[in-house]
């Protein structure tokens, strides 16, 4: 059987600051990210299953980004919490914003890892996460790929 390789793409938009950067990303800023999801597996060659012929529901992998992704990162500030942002964050808090205190610093690099180990984790074991694309800007990505993290 041979294995297929299937993407969905996902947009979010959200802030961070990068602590001690040298530049202006310093600063609180947002971005309007892409994230293109890939896994690979056999489709499923049972006739009587509902889902014969997919490697996995394009809306069972929507629920997984969605629901560990999407709506924790939409809208909301994302800084490391070993920073002096958490006075920052504190503050937004206690004023309604949402906040995400991460163990690193929030570049587009350490997302896309974090991402996958949220996604690898609740894919079902037939199915493989193949790689992330983190897309930040129309001409800068980050890109995660299962072969190069064996």
Not at 2 to 20: N, P
Not at 38 to 50: H, K, R, Y
Not at 127 to 136: A, G, V, Y
Request: hydrophobic content about 35%; proline content about 3%.
């Amino acid at each position: 059987m041979s294995k297929i390789r299937i993407t969905k793409q996902f947009s979010f938009e959200t802030a961070h600051a990068l602590y001690g950067y040298d530049g202006k990303c310093r600063n609180i800023h947002g971005h309007s990210y892409k994230l293109s999801v890939t896994v690979i597996g056999n489709p499923i060659t049972d006739s009587s299953n509902v889902k014969w012929g997919m490697v996995i529901d394009f809306g069972d992998l929507k629920k997984i980004v969605k629901e560990d992704i999407e709506d924790i990162f939409d809208h909301a500030t994302v800084f490391n919490k070993n920073t002096p942002h958490i006075e920052l964050a504190r503050e937004l808090e206690t004023r309604g914003h949402d906040v995400i205190l991460v163990d690193y610093q929030p570049t587009s690099e350490n997302m896309v890892i974090d991402f996958a180990e949220r996604i690898k984790k609740r894919l079902p074991d037939t199915i493989k996460l193949h790689s992330l694309k983190l897309q930040e800007t129309e001409t800068a990505y980050a890109e995660w790929y299962a072969s190069d993290n064996q």
